[in-house]
């Protein structure tokens, strides 16, 4: 079984990316695939900190602590590209605007809910930021992610455990696995990873898959 | 001949009770009034709510005013960074309060306060912990969740430049929260790297008019470029 790297399950999401899409990338993982986006497609990049058309990091020396990510890290403005204040990026977030966010989960649930923000520890600090904003208002939510814990448990489940950050919210899950669309009928498998059969794949996850008609390996 | 310059941070802070709540501008560094908080602490007020989007980092800044004790509160999205252990050190002890918020409900919250509005509805947090005990409705076939404004005595903020009306303009990303803050406060109070002629800001893109605006100090070059000693950790952020 050829489980994808970080790098390849970042690329694999740059692929459904279209030309012209307005999207927001999660911190952690999701940053990855601005490095995989096509440079012949226009894709406007947002941040939450107020930056529509996001570049990619400056070169060393050239960073400017002004002009940061979600993960506060240095980046650089494209041609064209915005500023604009916290509630109007919230509007953006929140009122339908963005065609796609891609953020990394702990569980998403057969129904789409979505477990992102807080392992639910009595001793853990909680931080949420953008979290629940983005899954309620981004018109497609991306999910990305090991497809199991460590532990080998899957993230993949009935109903979710850790405490939720949206529900119903997750179009479609991207593992080092598989890619699975959540539907009203429930958890659908578009692809698996080479090596993998579609029975192993189920056995992998815990809740019920069902098999996408025209497609078998990836 | 109306000038709201003052020329230090702490005449600008004059009067502050203990008590108060006070909106502090900024994601993570980027727009972060430092003088201002400095000057904060230097107040010696006490028992504060800070509302900010994080909760301070490192020794200095927000971290500085938790570790002096005159914290009751802080109403915030993200207070876990890598190096937000000030904070996380007293909230572990019970020693200092937290709201947990949204960020889209604290902007949102902040901006009701600023706009005159009483209460609105959103979808966020619908089912989550984050609503738990909280009004819901159903409109048009969606669940919402009832959000209250947050109002502020004091807010402070930083901008690029101001005139002596008190008109901002900010520069780049660190622009976030000032401009819905400087709404929401009963005094706001803005540092500047620059004080410029009134005929200067072109009205066109002047992003704070000046009515939002009561005390402004200036306080030279902050722009900060190039790597820095310790860069926020790509871990835990937002």
Redesign the interface.
């Known amino acids: 079984m050829k489980r994808l790297t970080r790098d390849q399950l970042a690329a694999r999401v740059a692929r459904d990316i279209p030309e012209g899409a307005y999207v927001n990338l999660g911190?952690?993982l999701p940053?990855l695939v601005g490095n995989h986006l096509p440079r012949d497609r226009e894709i406007f990049l947002h941040?939450?900190?107020?930056?529509l058309g996001m570049g990619p990091a400056p070169a060393?020396?050239?960073?400017?602590?002004?002009?940061?990510n979600?993960?506060?890290?240095?980046v650089t403005?494209v041609t064209g590209g915005a500023?604009?204040?916290?509630?109007d990026?919230?509007a953006i977030?929140?009122g339908g605007h963005l065609d796609i966010c891609v953020l990394g989960a702990f569980q998403v649930s057969a129904g789409g809910d979505l477990a992102n923000w807080?392992t639910g520890e009595p001793?853990a600090?909680?931080?949420?930021?953008?979290?629940?904003?983005l899954a309620?208002?981004a018109r497609r939510v991306f999910v990305m992610m090991e497809h199991q814990t460590r532990g080998g448990e899957s993230k993949i489940v009935a109903h979710c455990t850790y405490?939720?950050?949206?529900?119903g919210c997750v179009s479609r899950i991207y593992t080092d696995l598989a890619v699975i669309d959540v539907s009203s009928d429930g958890l659908i498998a578009r692809e698996w990873v080479e090596g993998l059969s579609f029975e192993e794949l189920c056995a992998r996850t815990a809740a019920p898959l069902k098999r996408a008609d025209a497609s078998s390996g990836a | 001949m109306i000038d709201k310059t003052l020329a230090s941070p702490l005449e600008a802070l004059a009067g502050l009770a203990d008590g108060s709540t006070v909106m502090i501008s900024g994601f993570g560094g980027s727009g972060q009034p430092n003088a201002l908080i400095e000057a904060l602490i230097e107040t010696g007020a006490r028992e504060l709510t800070i509302v900010n989007n994080n909760a301070g980092n490192g020794e200095t800044g927000i971290a500085a005013l938790l570790k002096a004790g005159q914290v009751r509160k802080v109403v915030c999205s993200f207070p876990r960074q890598v190096d937000s252990h000030v904070f996380q050190g007293l909230f572990r002890a019970g020693r200092v309060e937290l709201e947990l918020v949204p960020q889209g409900n604290l902007a949102e919250r902040i901006r009701a306060a600023g706009a005159g509005i009483g209460a609105f509805f959103t979808p966020t947090a619908y089912g989550t912990p984050l609503a738990e005990g909280k009004e819901t409705r159903s409109i048009n076939g969606r669940m919402y969740v009832l959000e209250y404004p947050i109002h502020a005595d004091l807010a402070l903020i930083k901008a690029l430049q101001g005139d002596r009306w008190g008109n901002l303009v900010y520069r780049k990303a660190a622009r976030n929260f000032g401009p819905v803050m400087a709404t929401a406060a009963k005094k706001t109070v803005v540092q500047v790297d620059r004080i410029v002629p009134l005929d200067e800001l072109d009205p066109e893109a002047i992003v704070t008019p000046g009515i939002f605006v009561t005390h402004l100090v200036e306080v030279g070059d902050t722009v900060l470029r190039g790597p820095q000693p310790k860069p926020p950790a790509a871990a835990g952020s937002a």
């Open positions: 911190i952690g940053t941040s939450e900190n107020g930056i060393e020396g050239e960073e400017d602590w002004d002009l940061i979600a993960g506060k890290q240095p403005m500023f604009f204040h916290h509630a990026s919230f977030m929140r807080h001793d600090v909680p931080a949420v930021g953008g979290a629940m904003d309620v208002g405490p939720l950050t949206g529900i």
